[in-house]
């Protein structure tokens, strides 16, 4: 029996890659509670915006997460009925990346 | 498959503190001679964190602020677990802040982004706790 995992993250640290629901109102509902939790402005309010403007960003993928592990069980991701795989973007406006890296016999 | 499994003591002597333990997790990717695989590297205490965010002092002042906003130290009497204990508030900032993290290793390095740095965060101190490492590979 084949077995491997499957790892993907962002590469930068203020993105997320996580798992949840395919649903937009949920997407909506995340943005809402992430803003409340993590404001983005006033700007000032955080000690790393001295030359940049995204500390909100930083925090909100921290709450997010910065990667899944996934298990692949006989050549298919082994989820559950409602996983899927997200990549969440706190500061965009730019070309990032993401690593995925799937490993096993 | 190779593998190397290594536990890291960490002592630090105030109640919360990030450390960085970026060069260490580097050493021991090297040491283990794998050139192709995954480095977990995981909190073996429920009240402190391994992640990876920016090595900027600023930034690790605001995560200060904004878990003590979260989930404040003081008043203890606000948790029911502080019966007899006092660091409910260490056990939610480490759930905010995650347990471990998995880092794929590829030509023998770890494979980061520009600024992806590993760090330890302590919220509840003055006592020795445990990180561990485990890597595995070809």
Not at chain 1, 44 to 70: C, F, P, W
Not at chain 2, 31 to 59: C, Q, W
Request: charged share 30%; hydrophobic share 35%.
């Amino acid at each position: 029996m084949s077995y491997q995992e499957c790892l993907v993250n962002a590469m930068h640290i203020t993105a997320s890659v996580f798992i949840n629901d395919d649903e937009p109102g949920l997407h909506q509902d995340f943005e809402t509670w992430l803003e409340k939790l993590a404001p983005e402005k006033p700007y000032s309010q955080y000690h790393h915006n001295g030359y940049e403007d995204n500390a909100d960003a930083h925090l909100k993928r921290t709450i997010m997460g910065r990667e899944v592990v996934v298990a692949i069980t006989e050549g298919k991701l082994d989820f559950g009925p409602w996983e899927q795989i997200f990549y969440g973007e706190f500061d965009g406006k730019r070309k990032k990346r993401v690593l995925v890296k799937i490993i096993g016999e | 498959m190779k593998t190397l499994t290594k536990e890291i003591w960490m002592d630090i002597p105030q109640r919360r503190a990030v450390v960085s333990i970026h060069n260490e997790i580097e050493r021991l990717v090297k040491e283990s001679g794998v050139k192709d695989g995954f480095a977990l590297v995981n909190a073996m205490h429920i009240t402190a964190s391994v992640f990876i965010n920016d090595n900027e002092s600023g930034l690790h002042h605001d995560f200060e602020v904004w878990l003590e906003k979260l989930a404040p130290e003081k008043p203890y009497s606000q948790y029911q677990h502080n019966n007899g204990e006092d660091n409910a508030d260490a056990h939610l900032k480490r759930t905010i802040m995650g347990r471990e993290v998995t880092v794929a290793i590829t030509n023998g390095k770890l494979h980061l982004g520009p600024w992806e740095h590993i760090f330890y965060y302590e919220f509840d101190g003055k006592r020795r706790k445990r990180l561990l490492v485990k890597i595995i590979g070809e």
